[in-house]
């Protein structure tokens, strides 16, 4: 491995004595044009870096965004990093990354707030705290950004829940389903100020169509395509099973799917199947669901964190829009509306 | 937002001089052991934290590992990267993040080596690189790690590509079959090292059962699961298609399912399917496939950057390894074995 370069050996290269040397690459008033030109030159032929954190430290800045967040191996949480880590590097700027994946992780982060004079601002992907969080978060003494969840009054990005639930819920309603399940994925440890737009989408969807609220068609599983299986077969196990299934997510829709697939049903021959998200597999499946921009949500946030760093105006609420988008996993009921009690 | 608390609060509180808390604070010998834990009460009490950069330069390093990853929306990616931050958190360090996603992020990461001193270690994620890009690296001045790919005589931990491709190949000429197709993904632009073990195992495979190579029955795409489909579709318009197929990821091979779907035909009736991977949706779905440890991947490289670190042995080539998963997507072919050529 090549010894590292170090100011010693600019210095030496320019002619100059080390002190010199350091005053010019720190663009010191005091140092004469040729000097600090032959100085850039010995650097650059020597490819020599200015420590980033010594340069950084003197201006009080890090040159770094740290993001939190719950998961990595999920489609949203993957793709808003990617969005944001793009948009921090064209800045010029470092991500460092907080995966809180369980419950003692997210403890010790709020304990110890390992970001603490790590990084000039902080950026939750997906990633909800109760208040007792955010006051620790707040100690950081950094900005705060978040995208898909809101964190006190801080600048935030999402889609609008309770809309694309009732993209989703309103779909099913027109396509003539009244017996419509819903599955509700919960991540309680990880997520406690998860929204509630999605599952408010669906009783007023109903309501607005007339439709008596069963509560026996809500399941509420963990996250997981395996949540999902085992939600299905819950709906399936009922006296009368719904003719249509909201599931909150495409990885959770896909598991009813699988479901349905191995209990001999056909989709959307027996039952209608629609998620949130349009996750790439959702295409391949031919999953009808509502698309949010994930990759656009980390873009945004990173713009924030970027724009509350350079001390200009910052919008507190961002809401990019969804779409729904019918695939051939929704078609009307087969055996016409079955009545609700 | 609070100001955040700085030495001269502490030494305050504790009624020493700044001189005195910074000794105190960095464990310097000449520090009375009352005062010293006056100091320390005192920055408890305020949450003072000591600024790592500042400490770490003291000691000559960064307390942060850069991990650098071509994609980070797919599975195999976001699990290793999981995988590697629990252990680099777990050793209280932190993980700096490089998301290089195209050409443009590539050629500007090995120009300007963002991570140089930035960093104590580098840990490469499923990211193939050239020899002039290794020299490059090389000069970032430390330790160099990688997980799914080989870098130079680095340390690096895989699964066996080529018995991963023998599993499942061989898996397909057990149930009977003769006339097998393959889908190679590529990613030229940024894996040029892509290990061709997946590719070899099939000819090999092939030419152990005595069956004829037929190049027609090779088909690369760029990976993506519309990629897989596009690519089922190829081979479904060969004049004597295959009667199974073999995709180098499950990804990949979901795609080409939805194609035999839409196409009519029955999975495995007509077409039997295998990936790599064991990707959570794989289950849900019913794709056979090679199970390889993604978390455990990245978890290896976190500690043997961490080992390199410590200046402890490291080996230097980890394989991890791979299981045959049988599922519903592969049987023996339904019109018994067809001839080729």
Redesign the interface.
Known sequence: ????VNLADVARLAKVSPATASRALSDHPHVAEATRARVWEAARAL?Y?V????S??ARGT?G?IA?VVP?????W???A??GL??VV?EAGR??????L?DAA?RRAFFAE??A???ADAVVLLGFGVDDAERARL??I???IVSAGTRIGNHPSVSIDEYVAGRQAVDHLLHLGHRRIGMIVTTDPELDPGQPEGRAAAYRTALADAGVAHDPALTVSVPW???G??RAMGELLGLSDPPTAVYAHTD?VA??A??TL??AGLAVPGDVSVIGIDDH??A????LSTVAQP??EQGAVAARMALATLAGEPVEPVATLPTRLVIRGSTAPPARGVRGVS
């Open positions: 491995m090549p010894e590292p490819e870096v420590s980033p954190d010594a950084g430290l890090t770094r993001v998961h990595l191996s999920r489609w949480f993957g793709a990093l990617e880590s793009d590097r470092d991500v460092l990354l907080y995966h994946g992780a707030l390992p603490r004079r790590r707040e100690r003494g950094v900005g997981s395509p395996e999902g299986a990885e896909l598991g799917v699988g697939r191995r790439p597999l295409a391949l499946t031919d994930a990759a």
